[in-house]
C-alpha cells in the first residue's frame, strides 16, 4: 500500500494525466447503450491484436537492435498477400513452392563459401563492392529462372480473370483455377537450374560480404549438404506432382486451405526477416540513423512490389468456413454451437458478434502474446535476448552467437507481422495502402507503451484499438458534449488523429511511455 | 577578387542558373522575345522543372538546418511546408489578401508551428521526439483532409483555383516567377550559410555533437534548438507559400510522412549537414524522378527506392560529404594523371 | 601556499546521498571547499567519488542532501545555469566534441557565457574577444600546434588537455577535475600537474580533483578527503592523511600503493 | 611447462587509436599470470583483443595450440575462455540463477558446476532469486566470476575482480581466485600490486600499449626500482 501511495506521489502528473484520461474517458461512455458498448470494446479488442502483432515485432526489434524498423508496415502488407494468395489460388503457392525451395537450397551452400573463401583467401582481397555485385548477378539469375519456370497466375495468355475476381467467386463458395500451365521438360530443368544457381550466388555475395571482416572461418562439416540436397529432391518432387497436389488442396476446404496461408505468410515473413536482416541491416549496426532510412526505403520498395505482382486494386479474402456459416442454428447462442455450426455470427447479450473478427482474432492475438511472453521469460533463447538488450558484448564472450539471435528476432518480429497481415486480411481486406495504416498504429502502440518494452506493446496496443474503435462508434452514434447542443460526431478520419492525440499527450506527460525505462 | 576566387563554384553556378532560360530558348531554336514573351516551349518547361527544383531545395534546407545541422531528427517536417502552403492559398483565395499580407501571415504560421513543435523540445528526445512531431504533422495531415474542411480545404484532392497575382503568374509571367524563385533560393542560401558560421549556428552544430558537453559549458540549448526550429519553420513555410503560388494546387500530399521522406531523402543524396548538400540532393532527387518518370513510368519510385537504399549503403555522406572528404586526394590524382599525360606528351615530341 | 588568503568555504555540500537501487553509492557525504584551494578526494575505484562529483554539479540527481555555492542551494540548478555560476568541470572519461577543431572546442567554451551567442548574422570570427582567449587557453594548455585539428585525431593525453582548456575558457571560479591523469602516459602526468599548479596559482583558482594516483594527490594538494564505500574516511592536509592510521589500513596501508616520499 | 596462450606482437585500434602497439603475453599452464600497468596502458584492452571484442589488427593470438585471432568473439568463448570483465556485466533484467543459466555451453552445466560454484561463493545461494539489479558490488563481483566458471573454461580472463570492494572482500576475493586456480588457468588484470603479487606467479608489465617486461613475480617482488618505474607512484 506504502509502495502505490509512494508511486502516486513521486508520478504525480503522470497520474493526473491518467486520472484526467480515465474521467473523460467515462463520461464520454454515458450516452451509450450497455449492447454498444460491448460491442465496441470487443472490436476494440480484435483491432488490438493485430495492432500487438505489428507492435510486438516492433518492439523486440527496436529492443534488441536499436532498429526502428520502418518496413514493418509494409512487411504486414506483404503477410497479407501472401496469406491471400496461398487461401485464394493455392495453385500459384504450388507453383511457387518448387523454385522458392530450389532457391533456398542454394541459400544454404552458403557454409560452404564461407569455408572455402577462407581457405582460398579471396575475401581480403572482394572489396567493398565486388559482393554486392555478385549478390546482383545472383538476383539476376533468379529472376531469369524464375520467367521460365511455368508459374501459371504469371501467364498472360490465362490472365482473363483478375485477382479480385478469385476472391469474389471464392466468396460465392467456388474454386475454379486455370488449367495449369504446360512447358516442355527442357525449359523447366534450365529454369531450375538457374533459381538455384540464383540461390547459390546471392549466398556467394553474401559470404563474401561477411568474410571480408574476418581472418579465419568456422569449420563445415558435410552434414551440412545434407538440408540443401534433401529441399531439391523436395522441390522437385513437388513439380511433379504439382497437379493432384493442387486438387488435393482445393478438395480440402476453406478451413484448410486458412491454416496453410497463415502458416505459408509466418513462414514466409520469417524468413523475409531474416533475409532483411542479414543482407542489409547488419552492415549498418553502427549507424543507426542510417538504419531507419533503410528500412525506410525497404518498405517504399516492398509496397511497389507487391502493387506490380498483384496490382492495385483491393482484393477480397473471404473468411474460412469454419467462421462464415448463416443457415441452420446461427447465429449461435454459445460459443460451442458456434464453433460446432461454424456460425459466422453469435448471439451475445443482446448483439450480433462475429466468430471471426471478433473472437478468433482476439484469441490469435492472446495467444501470440502468451506465447512470445513464456518464450522471452522462460527459455534459454529469451534470456539472450533480454541479456542483450542490455550488453551485447558480453553475452558474445559467454560463448552465444548473439547475430544468430539477432537473425532469429528479427524473422520473429516480422513472422509476427505478417501474421497480423494474412489475419488481418478476411477482416480488413487486402490492399496496397493497409501496411501504412497499420506501421503509424503500431508505432502509435510501441510509443504509447515505451518503445522497448514487449508488454508495453500490448498495453499500448490495447489503448490505440479501443479508442479507435470508440471514435468510430461515436461517428454513428454521436457524442453528447457538455457545451454543444448537437451531438458531436467524429468523421472517420478523425479516428487516426485520435490516436495520435492520445500519442502526444502520453508521451508529453511520460516520456519513456508507459512501461518505459528511465533515460 | 579574393571573394571571387574563394567562393567561384557558387558564384559560376548562379550565372549558369541566370543565364540558363536563355541558353534553353537558345538551344532549341526559340527566339528570346518569344521566350520572354512566356510563349510554350522547352525553355518555359525547364524553367517550371528548375522552379520545382528550387522550392524542393528550400524545403530540404530547412531540414538539414534541423537534422543535419543541429541533429533532431523530425518526422513531421512536411507540416512546416504545407501549413505555409495551405496559409498561402488560403490567405489569398478565402481572405483575398495580398501578396505582402500573404507572406507576412506565412512567416508567423511558421513561427507558430516552430513554437509548437518546441514545447515537446525539452521532454522528448531523439526517436522519441520523431515520434511525436510525426504525431502532430499526421494530425494536421488528416485535419485538412477531413470533409469538415471540405470547403475551405478541399478535402483529399486539395487546394485549387488559388488566385495568383497578375506580376507572378507561374503560367504568363513563368520566367518572372523563375528569377523571383531563384533570387529567394540564393537568399535563403546565403543566409543559412551565414547562420551556420555565426555563433548561434556554432553552438547548434555543438548542440549536435555533444549536447550533454554544451550544456556543462553553459548553453541552454534549448534555446539554440528553439532558434533553429523557427528559422526551419519559417523558410519552409515560405517555401510551402512559394509551392502554393506555383502549382495549380496544394495537395494534402505535402502534409503527409512521405514529403518528409523526399527531404530526408534529398539531403541524404546531397550529403547530411553541408547545406549545399539540400539544392543539389533537390535537383539531383527531381531530374531522377522526372527522367525515371518519363521512361519507367509506374515503377519510377521503385528505382527510386532502390537507388535510395544503395545510396544509404554505398554513399552514406551523400554526393557534397563526399566530395569534401575526398576532394583533396581526388584532385591530387589528378593532377598525378595530367602530369603523367604531360611527361608522355613531353616524350614524343 | 595559500596562508594568508581568508578562509571562505566556497563550496559545500550537506548530507548529500545517493542510491542506485539497493547500492548506497554516496552515503551523507559532506565536505566544505575553502576558496583558492586544491582539495583533493581520494579513494579506491568504487568508492563513490565521481558519483558524488556528478551530484555536485547535478549531473547526477542525490537522493537527499544539499550542494551549496557562495552560499546559494544549486541543489538541482539546471546544468546551465551551474556553468554560469562560475564552476567547471572535466569528466573521468573525455567529454568534447569530437568532430570539431580544438580551436573550436575551446572558442564554444570562451564564447558560452558571453552575450553574443543569438547574434544570428554575424560571422563567429568577427568576435575577437572569444577568438583571443581561446587561443590564449590553447596557448597555456600547450595544444598551439594542434589547434587546427579535429579533437577526435588528438592523442589521449591531448584531449585530456583540451578539455581541462575547456573549463578553464569561460574563466569560472572553480574547477572540478575528475581524474584529468586518467589514461595518460606516465611521462605527460608531470606535465598536467604543473598545468594545474599553474591555473591554481595564477588565476587564483579553486580546484577540486578527483584522482587516484597518489603521487600527483599527495604533492599538489592543500586538502584530501580519502572516501571509502561511499562515505568520509578521513580529511585534512596531506601530512595528517598520510599519517592517519585509519586510511593507511584500510586504503592506503597492506593492500594499497606505497606513498611516496615525494 | 607448455603455455595455454600466447599473444606475439599483437596491435590493437579502436577507430583511430593505436591502443595496442605490440603486446606480448604468454600464459602459462596452470598458474596464475598478472597484467600490471597504469591505468589506461592497455590491460584491458589486451583481455579484449584476446577475445576478439576488439580484434587486433596485427600479430597472433594462440590458444591452446590454434590460432584463434580474427575469429568471432563467441566462437573465441567457445574455445573455453571465461571473461569477467572489470564492469562485471552483471545482466539487469535477468535473476541471478539466470546469469549463471545464461553462461552454460550444455544442459547441466549449472548442476554440474553447482559444488565448486557455492563452495566458493556461499552467498549466491542465498541470493539466487534475486535480480541483478539487487545485488551489492561484491555479491555481483562474485557473481561475475561464478558466471565464468559454469563452462568448462580452460583460461579465465579476469578484469580487475578487487575493485571498489571492502578489504575483508578483498580478501575473500583473492581466497577464491587462489582457489580457482588450483584448476584453471588464470589471467589477471589488477590495478593493485599488493594483491596482484599475492595472487599471481607470472607477470607482464604494459606501458603505453606495450609490453615492457614479463617474468616471475618473486623476483619482481626484489626489484624495487621496476616496481616504482612502472607501477609505483610517480
Not at chain 2, 205 to 228: D, S
Not at chain 4, 19 to 44: D, E, F, H, S, Y
Amino acid at each position: 500500500m506504502t509502495g502505490i501511495t509512494n508511486l502516486l506521489r513521486k508520478n504525480r502528473t503522470q497520474s493526473i494525466t491518467l486520472a484526467a484520461l480515465v474521467v473523460l474517458f467515462l463520461l464520454a461512455l454515458q450516452g451509450m447503450e450497455p449492447s454498444d458498448w460491448i460491442i465496441t470494446v470487443l472490436r476494440g479488442l480484435s483491432v488490438a491484436a493485430v495492432t500487438f502483432l505489428v507492435a510486438s515485432g516492433f518492439s523486440l526489434i527496436f529492443g534488441l537492435m536499436d532498429v526502428l524498423n520502418l518496413a514493418h508496415g509494409t512487411l504486414f502488407m506483404i503477410g497479407a498477400y501472401l496469406g491471400w494468395t496461398a487461401y485464394v489460388r493455392p495453385d500459384t503457392l504450388l507453383d511457387l513452392a518448387t523454385p522458392f525451395a530450389l532457391f533456398i537450397a542454394g541459400l544454404m551452400l552458403a557454409p560452404l563459401w564461407d569455408a572455402g573463401l577462407s581457405r582460398a583467401r579471396v575475401a581480403m582481397r572482394a572489396g567493398r563492392v565486388l559482393p554486392w555485385l555478385i549478390l546482383a548477378l545472383g538476383l539476376g539469375v533468379l529472376a531469369f529462372g524464375l520467367v521460365r519456370y511455368p508459374i501459371t497466375a504469371w501467364d498472360a495468355s490465362v490472365y482473363d480473370k483478375s485477382p479480385v475476381v478469385f476472391g469474389v467467386q471464392l466468396d460465392l463458395g467456388q474454386t475454379d483455377l486455370p488449367a495449369p500451365l504446360t512447358a516442355d521438360r527442357a525449359q523447366v530443368i534450365l529454369a531450375m537450374m538457374s533459381v538455384f544457381a540464383g540461390g547459390a550466388l546471392v549466398a556467394l555475395g553474401l559470404a563474401l560480404n561477411a568474410a571480408r571482416q574476418r581472418l579465419a572461418a568456422p569449420r563445415v562439416t558435410w552434414r551440412a549438404l545434407w538440408l540443401p540436397l534433401s529441399l531439391i529432391v523436395v522441390g522437385v518432387l513437388v513439380y511433379a506432382l504439382n497437379d493432384a497436389l493442387t486438387a488435393g488442396v482445393v478438395a480440402a476446404g476453406t478451413t484448410w486451405r486458412f491454416c496453410i496461408a497463415v502458416i505459408v505468410a509466418t513462414l514466409a515473413g520469417a524468413g523475409l526477416g531474416a533475409l532483411m536482416e542479414s543482407t542489409l541491416i547488419r552492415p549498418l549496426y553502427a549507424r543507426p540513423i542510417y538504419q531507419l532510412m533503410l528500412t525506410l526505403g525497404l518498405g517504399v520498395i516492398g509496397r511497389e512490389v507487391v502493387i506490380a505482382l498483384w496490382g492495385r486494386t483491393q482484393m477480397q479474402m473471404p473468411k474460412p468456413a469454419l467462421f462464415n456459416a448463416m443457415g441452420k442454428g446461427c447465429p449461435a447462442e454459445t460459443l460451442w454451437d458456434a464453433l460446432i455450426n461454424q456460425c459466422a455470427t453469435i448471439n451475445f447479450m443482446g448483439t450480433r458478434i462475429r466468430t471471426y473478427n471478433e473472437i478468433f482474432i482476439f484469441v490469435v492475438g492472446v495467444i501470440v502474446l502468451i506465447v512470445v511472453w513464456m518464450l522471452l521469460q522462460r527459455t534459454r533463447i529469451g534470456m539472450i535476448i533480454r541479456a542483450g538488450v542490455q550488453d551485447r558484448a558480453m553475452v558474445e564472450a559467454l560463448g552465444i552467437n548473439v547475430r544468430q539471435v539477432f537473425t532469429f528476432v528479427f524473422a520473429l518480429g516480422v513472422g509476427l507481422a505478417a501474421l497480423g497481415g494474412v489475419l488481418a486480411g478476411p477482416s480488413m481486406g487486402v490492399s496496397d495502402d493497409m501496411g501504412e495504416s497499420l506501421l503509424l498504429a503500431g508505432l502509435i502502440a510501441l510509443a504509447i507503451g515505451g518503445l522497448t518494452s514487449f508488454p508495453g506493446a500490448a498495453a499500448g496496443s490495447l489503448l490505440v484499438g479501443l479508442l479507435q474503435q470508440f471514435i468510430v462508434k461515436y461517428g454513428q452514434i454521436g457524442i453528447a458534449l457538455p457545451f454543444g447542443a448537437q451531438p458531436f460526431k467524429p468523421t472517420p478520419p478523425l479516428v487516426p488523429a485520435s490516436t495520435l492525440l492520445l500519442m502526444v499527450i502520453i508521451l508529453l506527460v511520460m516520456p519513456n511511455g508507459l512501461f518505459g525505462r528511465r533515460e | 577578387m579574393k571573394i571571387l576566387r574563394d567562393h567561384s563554384t557558387f558564384l559560376a553556378v548562379v550565372v549558369f542558373l541566370i543565364a540558363f532560360p536563355f541558353l534553353m530558348a537558345l538551344l532549341d531554336g526559340q527566339s528570346i522575345g518569344a521566350m520572354l514573351a512566356g510563349q510554350s516551349g522547352n525553355s518555359k518547361f525547364y524553367q517550371g522543372l528548375l522552379i520545382e527544383i528550387f522550392i524542393l531545395g528550400i524545403f530540404a534546407l530547412s531540414y538539414d538546418l534541423l537534422f543535419g545541422i543541429t541533429g533532431l531528427l523530425s518526422f513531421g517536417h512536411a507540416m512546416f511546408f504545407a501549413v505555409g502552403a495551405y496559409t498561402a492559398g488560403l490567405a489569398l483565395k478565402s481572405l483575398k489578401l495580398p501578396l505582402p499580407q500573404t507572406l507576412g501571415l506565412v512567416i508567423l504560421a511558421g513561427i507558430a508551428q516552430a513554437l509548437l513543435f518546441s514545447i515537446v523540445l525539452p521532454r522528448v528526445k531523439g526517436i522519441t521526439f520523431a515520434l511525436v512531431t510525426l504525431g502532430f504533422a499526421s494530425v494536421f495531415h488528416i485535419v485538412i483532409m477531413s470533409h469538415e474542411l471540405n470547403d475551405l480545404a478541399g478535402g483529399d484532392v486539395g487546394l485549387q483555383n488559388i488566385p495568383k497575382p497578375d506580376y507572378l503568374d507561374p503560367a504568363a509571367q513563368r520566367l518572372t516567377f523563375y528569377f523571383v524563385a531563384l533570387a529567394f533560393t540564393i537568399l535563403v542560401y546565403l543566409f543559412y550559410r551565414r547562420f551556420v558560421d555565426s555563433p548561434t549556428g556554432r553552438v547548434c552544430i555543438a548542440i549536435r555533437e555533444n549536447e550533454h558537453r554544451a550544456q556543462m559549458l553553459g548553453y541552454n540549448t534549448f534555446y539554440f534548438k528553439l532558434v533553429a526550429l523557427i528559422v526551419s519553420g519559417i523558410t519552409a513555410a515560405l517555401g510551402g507559400a512559394l509551392h502554393a503560388l506555383y502549382q495549380p494546387i496544394v495537395s494534402p500530399v505535402t502534409a503527409s510522412l512521405a514529403y518528409t521522406v523526399n527531404a530526408l531523402l534529398i539531403i541524404l543524396i546531397g550529403g547530411v549537414g553541408t547545406l549545399s548538400g539540400a539544392l543539389v540532393g533537390a535537383a539531383v532527387f527531381r531530374l531522377l524522378q522526372f527522367f525515371l518518370d518519363k521512361f519507367f513510368g509506374e515503377s519510377s519510385s521503385f528505382i527510386l527506392g532502390v537507388v535510395y537504399v544503395a545510396l544509404v549503403l554505398f554513399l552514406p555522406y551523400g554526393i557534397i560529404g563526399t566530395w569534401r572528404a575526398h576532394r583533396l586526394e581526388w584532385q591530387a590524382a589528378w593532377r598525378a594523371r595530367f602530369a603523367r599525360v604531360a611527361t608522355m606528351l613531353n616524350r614524343k615530341t | 601556499m595559500s596562508d594568508d588568503v581568508i578562509m571562505e568555504i566556497i563550496l559545500e555540500s550537506e548530507q548529500l546521498r545517493k542510491e542506485f537501487g539497493a547500492l548506497v553509492a554516496v552515503n551523507d557525504v559532506s565536505i566544505k571547499i575553502r576558496r583558492h584551494t586544491i582539495h583533493s578526494i581520494i579513494g579506491a575505484n568504487g568508492a563513490g567519488k565521481t558519483t558524488f562529483f556528478n551530484l555536485l554539479t547535478n549531473n547526477v540527481e542525490p537522493t537527499a542532501g544539499r550542494v551549496i555555492f557562495k552560499g546559494r542551494d544549486i541543489t538541482r540548478l539546471p546544468l546551465h545555469r551551474i556553468a554560469h555560476l562560475g564552476i567547471g568541470r572535466s569528466f573521468q572519461i573525455t567529454n568534447i566534441f569530437p568532430n570539431l577543431t580544438v580551436l573550436e572546442n575551446v572558442r564554444l567554451a570562451a564564447q558560452a557565457l558571453g552575450k553574443d551567442n543569438f547574434r544570428l548574422l554575424d560571422h563567429h570570427r568577427h568576435f575577437q574577444r572569444y577568438e583571443e582567449r581561446a587561443w590564449q587557453v590553447i596557448r597555456q594548455v600547450g595544444l598551439t600546434e594542434r589547434a587546427r585539428m579535429p579533437a577526435r585525431t588528438l592523442p589521449h593525453g591531448d584531449q585530456r588537455k583540451l578539455e581541462v582548456g575547456m573549463i578553464l575558457a569561460p574563466d569560472p571560479e572553480i574547477l572540478l577535475l575528475d581524474e584529468p591523469t586518467s589514461g595518460m602516459a606516465a611521462e605527460f602526468v608531470p606535465e598536467m600537474i604543473g598545468l594545474i599548479r599553474q591555473i591554481h596559482r595564477t588565476g587564483q583558482k579553486t580546484i577540486l580533483l578527483v584522482e587516484h594516483n597518489m603521487g600527483l594527490v599527495m604533492s599538489i594538494s592543500d586538502y584530501i578527503t580519502v572516501m571509502h564505500q561511499g562515505q568520509i574516511l578521513a580529511e585534512g592536509t596531506p601530512e595528517q592523511i598520510a599519517a592517519n592510521q585509519v586510511v593507511q589500513s584500510a586504503y592506503l596501508g597492506r593492500l594499497g600503493w606505497q606513498v611516496s616520499e615525494q | 611447462m607448455s603455455n595455454l596462450l600466447e599473444v606475439r606482437d599483437v596491435h590493437t585500434f579502436i577507430g583511430q587509436f593505436h591502443i595496442l602497439q605490440g603486446v606480448t603475453v604468454t600464459v602459462p599452464k596452470g598458474a596464475i599470470t598478472t597484467l600490471l600497468g597504469r591505468n589506461g596502458a592497455g590491460k584491458t584492452t589486451t583481455l579484449k583483443t584476446i577475445l576478439g571484442l576488439t580484434p587486433p589488427r596485427t600479430g597472433q593470438v594462440i590458444f591452446d595450440g590454434r590460432e584463434i585471432q580474427g575469429q568471432r568473439t563467441f566462437e573465441i568463448a567457445a574455445l573455453g575462455i571465461g571473461f569477467v570483465p572489470d564492469y562485471r556485466a552483471i545482466f539487469r533484467d535477468l535473476s541471478v540463477e539466470e546469469n549463471l543459466r545464461i553462461a552454460e555451453r550444455k544442459p547441466g552445466d549449472l548442476e554440474r558446476k553447482a559444488d565448486l560454484i557455492f563452495g566458493l561463493f556461499p552467498d549466491l545461494k542465498r541470493l539466487i532469486k534475486l535480480r541483478g539489479t539487487q545485488l551489492s558490488g561484491g555479491q555481483q563481483q562474485m557473481l561475475a566470476i561464478a558466471r565464468a566458471l559454469v563452462a568448462d573454461n580452460k583460461l579465465l580472463l579476469i578484469d580487475e575482480p578487487t575493485e571498489g570492494l571492502a578489504p575483508v572482500l578483498i580478501e575473500q576475493m583473492m581466497q577464491a581466485i587462489l582457489q580457482l586456480a588450483a584448476e584453471t588457468t588464470v589471467l589477471l588484470v589488477e590495478q593493485n600490486f599488493h594483491v596482484a603479487s599475492q595472487l599471481a606467479k607470472h607477470y607482464v608489465i604494459i606501458e603505453e600499449g606495450r609490453s615492457v617486461q614479463s617474468g616471475v613475480m618473486a623476483d619482481l617482488l626484489k626489484d624495487t626500482a621496476t616496481v616504482r618505474r612502472y607501477l609505483g607512484a610517480a
